[in-house]
């Protein structure tokens, strides 16, 4: 249907946050504007010094000096971000603090403050929401906005509307942000990187060849590594690459549905509308150990892990009101490889020890003679409690008396 008044073009923006955790933390410690920061790494004693400023109400005139640096940093885990400055040594997100103390040894570290980050998630959003109602949450620090019917939002493509939005984010908030806007959210997907940090990116229609095609298919969000290893085995790199494959010859590559799915990707089109009440789809909590454990010698520190991190989860999901059907679990060795495993069941639970049991189960299938470096549970499938009938604890109590039974039978491989 070509564009007219009453069907105008579908103005999509993408909007993320800069450098979000990092920027939160600048706006209580100023002085560290323009420096190597990264966040990460669990509470140490070197952090003291922020705890008695933050007593004491003198953050912004704590000395640079007296700042914990990464590289007197000895616990494991990784960054969760990094200021620009930090990014022009190389260090980003989810690198090692190790690696990230050998290309930066001076940036300062902060430990991470969730409660924080969500408080300024609340108040970034709100700011959009009260010009352009039609949001979709994404995370943390991004969200998805139909601009085509917003007053404004066909003006310059979107650019009026956007630099309105970050103007009102920058007044509430002393954050900046990134958009895209484009004709659908695939590509305003794209477009939010193209002028990072504080820009702003439009993309029509007819700029796909020039600005679309010439990226590496990874930018595509949709196509993760496994898939990107697989099309460069077939010599396809860029995004014109993808495009210039057809329909046919994708599908036979990559199955019917994911190759028609990377067939449109690669010509810029995608119909999802932006769901204004966008729900989780799985929560997870995840642990990194202080020192890799092994699953037989620490067993009891590792079954008192896993019990926790499934409490946590259920705790999670009864405070937002969620309950699930997939239960999974995540575990990384010492060697970073990572391994999952999850397992459907035909109900709806919220049950910390029926998360406990079905996640048990999936431990069962994991080899465990390498030690550990990170556990995690996760809940997926997951519907609002008050849409579904739940059966927890009939349940829970079915699955103990088969563990059981299982036990007397030899299975050994009940670790946890
Ligand atoms: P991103 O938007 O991916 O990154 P960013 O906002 O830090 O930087 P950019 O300017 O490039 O958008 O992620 C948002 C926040 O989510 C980030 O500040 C920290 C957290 N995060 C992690 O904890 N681990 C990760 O691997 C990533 C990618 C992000
Ligand atoms: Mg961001
Ligand atoms: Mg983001």
Redesign the pocket.
Known sequence: MPPSESHPVRRIAHL???????SVELLRYPQLKGLPVV?GGSWRSEDEVLVRAAEAGTRDRIPLEEFPRIRDYVGRG?I??ATYAARQFGVG??MGIMKAARLCPDAIMLPVDFDEYRTYSRLFKEQILAIAPLMENR????VYIDLTDVPGGQEEGGRVLSAQLQQAILDATGLTC?IGVAPNKLLAKMAS?FN??NGISIVHEADLETMIWPLACRKINGIGPRTDEKLKGLDIHTIRDLAARDLTWLMEHFGKSYGAWLHAAAHGRDDRPVETSSEPVSMSRETTFGSDLHAVRDRAELGAVFTRLCEQVAADLARKGYVGKTIGIKIRYDDFRSVTRDHTVDFYTADARTIRQLAGQCLKRVPLDQRIRLLGVRVGGLEKADQVSEAPALYAAGRRAVSRSGEVAGLNLSLF
């Not at 993320?16 to 990092?22: K, R, T």
């Open positions: 993320d946050m800069d450098a979000f955790y990092a966040i990784v969760t971000t997100s989810a995370g943390v620090d991004e990134s990187e990072k940090p």
